[in-house]
């Protein structure tokens, strides 16, 4: 083909990559982040959690630690996680109190006495809508609960429009190493019909300061099919995130889960389809994207990362806990899990606040997993990083997944999904960026038709 009638990159971003069933975005979560799926977890469980939290500390398991910061200047019209848009300082600030008395009562178990987080994450929500002395004083707190001298990474959610160069200073020195930007768009007007409170200038400026202060990593978020999003723009936001130069970027397909804003004006309708990007769109605008960023020196390490320097920039958070690491997750809503006893806090803040202040954990639903469970849960997470070793889990679970899950990989080898050599399983480009509806087909059986919210 010659130069002159190659596609234009408007035309191949207008191109499907893969035809698949499924092609319209519909409401449901599809994107994978736990197993069991939580449809499993329930009150009846939560004593799982107490005979845990009762036993002698593991000598060999990693710790991680998050916090649940659910404040937020405006709710995103595709957001379903547990945030508000109303609390005052005050309110705010007895949150903050009962977050560090749950971890308080975490810190006197037998199970966690004494032990140091390998990783701490705040997420939210937006934990940069907290001051500066608010956030001095739940990381101090928080440190003489669970010291941070051993800690290997604090990775720090942000919305642009909430930082300053004093908050940006602040956070570094309280030990923040990966910051986390909830970028999302660089087009104002994508911005606001999708609901974020930040605009592009807000997003430049939080860059420009984070660079300047030498965080360990600075990780910006993109959204691949938002709302009224074009070839045009999509091209634009990736090519001003490359010439932002960050050190990782992270890229999300849109989905619309239940509990969202366009999920509700979408049932007042009467609409089934949703007003996004059907999926072969969204997969041939990632599938560009990690092209443009590998053609610019940066390396493709997850189903949804890219990385300027593989070796140098690593995500603890998310490698420790697909490798089994145990999670104290505080906070309403929070997710969390101890010896492989899966748990959720209250999902409300009324009930949550009632639970802390009456001395309890304030736990709402949990599940106990099973060897079986556990093998299968790292083995799909894993498989999101790309590539995967048998050995590995034949070693740790006395498991192989090549004999255990013969068709299933044979089915996806014969769809050019993934491929195996001696080992290692691999997972290809077009598997990758499908690789959350791949996923289900290694559930057991009882879990293969749940809802997975």
């Not at 010659?2 to 499907?16: A, D, F, G, M, T």
């Not at 005979?51 to 910061?69: A, C, E, K, M, Q």
């Not at 995500?315 to 505080?330: I, N, Q």
Request: proline share 5%; hydrophobic share 35%.
């Amino acid at each position: 083909m010659s130069s002159s009638s190659k596609p234009s990159v408007i035309e191949q971003l207008k191109v499907p990559l893969i035809a698949s069933s499924g092609e319209d975005t519909e409401v449901g979560n599809y994107f994978v982040a736990n197993y069991p799926p939580f449809s499993f977890w329930s009150p009846d469980h939560k004593d799982a959690v107490h005979d845990v939290l009762n036993s002698p500390r593991p000598v060999d398991t990693n710790l991680g630690v998050y916090f649940h910061i659910p404040f937020c200047r405006k709710r995103c019209h595709f957001c379903y996680f547990r945030v508000y848009t109303d609390k005052n300082a005050n309110e705010i600030n007895a949150y903050l109190d009962a977050g560090i008395r749950e971890f308080e009562r975490y810190a006197q178990t037998s199970y966690l006495a004494g032990r140091k987080p390998q990783f701490v994450y705040f997420g939210g929500g937006t934990p940069s809508y907290l001051s500066i002395n608010q956030l001095k004083d739940l990381t101090d707190r928080m440190k003489d609960l669970f010291p941070w001298d051993e800690t290997e990474e604090v990775a720090f959610e942000c919305e642009p429009g909430t930082l300053t160069e004093k908050k940006l200073e602040a956070l570094r020195e309280i030990g923040v190493t990966r910051l986390s930007l909830g970028i999302e768009n660089f087009d104002d007007h994508i911005l606001e019909v999708n609901g974020r409170a930040h605009r592009s200038k807000e997003a430049f400026r939080a860059l420009k300061f984070a660079k300047s202060l030498g965080f360990d990593q600075v990780n910006i978020d993109l959204i691949a099919g938002m709302m009224d999003e074009t070839p045009e723009n999509w091209q634009r936001t990736v090519e001003t995130a490359i010439e932002q130069d960050p050190d990782c970027v992270t890229i999300y397909q849109m989905e619309i889960p239940y509990n969202t804003t366009i999920f509700k004006e979408m049932q007042e309708s009467g609409r089934v389809t949703a007003p996004v990007a059907d999926w072969p769109t969204k997969r041939a605008w990632v599938d560009w994207a990690f092209n443009q960023f590998e053609n610019n020196g940066y390396t493709v390490s997850s189903a949804y990362t890219v990385v300027k320097d593989p070796e140098k920039m690593k995500f603890v958070y998310r490698d420790s806990l697909w490798e089994g690491a145990d999670l104290l997750s505080a906070g309403v809503a929070s997710f969390g899990h101890f010896g492989g006893v899966h748990y959720q806090n209250q999902a409300d803040v009324g009930p949550y606040m009632t639970q802390v202040d009456n001395g309890e954990l304030p736990i709402f639903r949990a599940y106990p997993t099973s060897p079986d469970e556990r093998f299968v849960r790292e083995f799909i997470l894993q498989l999101k990083l790309g590539k995967t070793r048998a050995s590995y889990f034949q070693e740790k679970y006395g498991v192989n997944p090549l004999e255990r899950f013969p068709k299933e990989l044979k089915k996806l080898e014969d769809q050019n999904y993934f491929s195996v050599h001696g080992d290692e399983i691999r997972v290809s480009r077009a598997g990758m960026l499908e690789i959350d509806r791949l996923l289900h087909g290694f559930f057991l059986e009882e879990h293969r038709d749940a809802r997975y919210t």
